[in-house]
């Protein structure tokens, strides 16, 4: 299995405080995602990073903000969490454009 | 807008049985499909095609690429309980770093 730890797994906050996810990879990749998956639309692209210092918005990027100052990390911060944020989110890696992407295990957040 | 679309949503079958799952898609740039198995956590990969891999195989398992009509197609065979899941699959573009996932189809297998 691809090397990829998200952290906290679970968690639960208030609306209105701010949050920060945290990927970590062990495989040296360059190209690191956050989604978001909620019933009956699947996976959403949040934002994603090409290297260190270099990231883009996706989809549904409204809300979040990231950081990667390290390769092997990548933040996601939610700056005023809001209960529409309430998802479960998936960090990815891959090693290029169009090539598998290996997925963290998940961080389950609920925003009450 | 690129989109990739799954079909069935879901599926109810029983041990034995085949199952083919759909997956049309519009992305531009295309440069792969990728299928995925995503149980109670992480989607874990299963198969890439491009166009120099338009069919794969691993044991049960197995999809083609039609790129001139743009579907992908997953096939299990002899299926199993083991085999209950959600299934994705996503469209990789050249030249973006993007992935862009159909809502999945659930599958149930009944003992």
């Known amino acids: 299995d691809a090397g990829i730890t998200q952290s906290p797994r679970h968690k639960v906050t208030e609306t209105g405080t701010p949050v920060t996810l945290r990927c970590h990879q062990t495989?040296?990749?360059?190209?690191m995602y956050w989604y978001r998956q909620d019933p009956g639309h699947g996976l959403r692209l949040i934002h994603y990073?090409?290297?260190?210092?270099?990231?883009d918005k996706g989809e549904v990027s409204d809300g979040y903000s990231v950081s990667r100052s390290k390769t092997e990390d990548f933040l996601l911060t939610l700056e005023s969490a809001t209960s529409s944020q309430t998802s479960v989110y998936f960090c990815?890696?891959?090693?290029?454009?169009?090539?598998?992407?290996?997925f963290g295990q998940g961080t389950r957040l609920t925003v009450v | 807008e690129d989109k990739v679309v799954q079909s069935p949503l879901s599926l109810v079958v029983h041990e034995g049985d085949t199952v083919t799952l759909n997956c049309s898609y519009e992305?531009?740039?295309?440069?792969?499909l990728l299928w995925y198995k995503q149980e109670k956590k992480a989607p874990t990969f299963l198969f890439m095609l491009?166009?120099?891999?338009i069919e794969k195989k691993s044991g049960r398992l197995s999809s083609i690429l039609d790129k001139k009509e743009l579907f992908s197609i997953l096939n299990i065979t002899a299926t199993q309980t083991g085999d209950s899941a959600v299934y994705l699959c996503a469209g990789g573009t050249s030249g973006t770093y993007k992935y862009i996932f159909g809502t999945g189809t659930r599958l149930k297998v009944l003992a």
């Open positions: 990815a890696i891959t090693t290029g454009w169009g090539t598998e992407a290996f």
């Open positions: 992305v531009t740039n295309f440069r792969s």
């Open positions: 491009t166009s120099s891999g």
């Open positions: 495989e040296n990749h360059r190209y």
């Open positions: 990073s090409y290297g260190v210092k270099d990231t």
